[in-house]
């Protein structure tokens, strides 16, 4: 959801009033190894992530580890945890995956709310349907997600939402300097009027009552880019069959081939005899997990 925002909490204005700019230049380079016990909560966590080669996982946790270093998460009358800021940056990473340089030069603070807000950043009182936003104006280079929201977007595959993706996508729409659901910097030229004529066919749909694809789609086609790409990444394989015109459009802006993945989230968890994810050929309970197996 993307808005101009004419206000903001208190709290909001204390915050950046503090906050040092960030620097044009590019982003910082992790220079460190992928922390073990991370990899332990993407395997659970993170079905992409369950998808890749080991050369995919490895440059997955590279962007994690590099945006981790770079986008300063901050929780607003919240505790922020690991899970959070895994979950955050595997949501910043997996629009953007197949492109191996870029850098989210458009955004410097996420900030996470304990769920629903409204246009004046209250999580209490009316209108608080607001699950998530990207700034403008003042409030350039800035995200705000419902944790309750970021978490579910993971839990439940099978609803075909991801509210932390559909913001970090209007960010990609916006590094053209225009979020209109035309993202410049990843379509070529000569995809664009198509791209828009499909765009304007799939709204038409949802304002006739028939489509699948989530109403709020329809809203514009920045929401609608938005939307469809929460359905490419969380049902690849039922968008493919009932919108292929739209699942190839998105194949080609995101470049990857995502009805290809089994994305079936296991109900299973790491256990003290699985093989260890760090691929040391351990036990679990002798290798990451022996913190949790004294």
């Not at 900030?111 to 209490?124: A, D, G, R, V």
């Not at 990857?256 to 296991?266: A, E, P």
Request: contains cysteine; glycine residues 4%; positive net charge.
């Amino acid at each position: 959801m993307t808005f101009i925002i004419l206000s903001s909490a208190v709290i909001i204005a204390f915050y950046f009033i503090f906050k040092k700019k960030k620097t044009v230049n590019g982003w910082k380079q992790p220079k460190t190894e992928f922390i073990k016990e991370w990899r332990i909560i993407l395997i659970e966590e993170v079905n992409f992530y369950n998808t890749l080669s080991k050369e995919e996982k490895t440059h997955f946790e590279f962007k994690i580890q590099e945006f981790l270093l770079n986008c300063r998460i901050t929780g607003i009358k919240t505790e922020i945890t690991t899970r959070d800021q895994l979950l955050i940056a595997s949501s910043a990473v997996i629009p953007i995956f197949a492109f191996k340089d870029w850098t989210y030069s458009n955004l410097s603070d996420v900030l996470i709310y304990p769920n629903s807000f409204n246009e004046k950043f209250e999580t209490n009182g009316p209108d608080r349907r607001i699950l998530g936003m990207v700034g403008t104006g003042y409030m350039d280079g800035k995200m705000i997600l419902s944790k309750k929201a970021l978490h579910l977007g993971f839990a439940n595959t099978t609803d075909k939402k991801n509210t932390a993706i559909h913001e970090f996508v209007h960010l990609i729409d916006k590094m053209d300097g225009n979020v209109d659901g035309i993202p410049h910097v990843v379509l070529d030229k000569q995809f664009t009027i198509p791209w828009f004529e499909l765009i304007q066919k799939k709204m038409d749909e949802i304002h006739n009552d028939e489509s699948d694809i989530n109403p709020y789609g329809g809203t514009n086609r920045q929401e609608f880019f938005a939307v469809a790409s929460e359905y490419f990444f969380e049902r690849p394989q039922l968008l493919a069959i009932k919108h292929p015109e739209l699942y190839e459009a998105l194949e080609v802006i995101f470049n990857q081939k995502m009805n290809k993945k089994n994305l079936t989230k296991s109900s299973s968890k790491l256990s003290r005899n699985s093989n260890c994810p760090c691929n040391s050929k351990l036990k679990f309970k002798k290798c990451c997990g022996k913190q949790h197996y004294k």
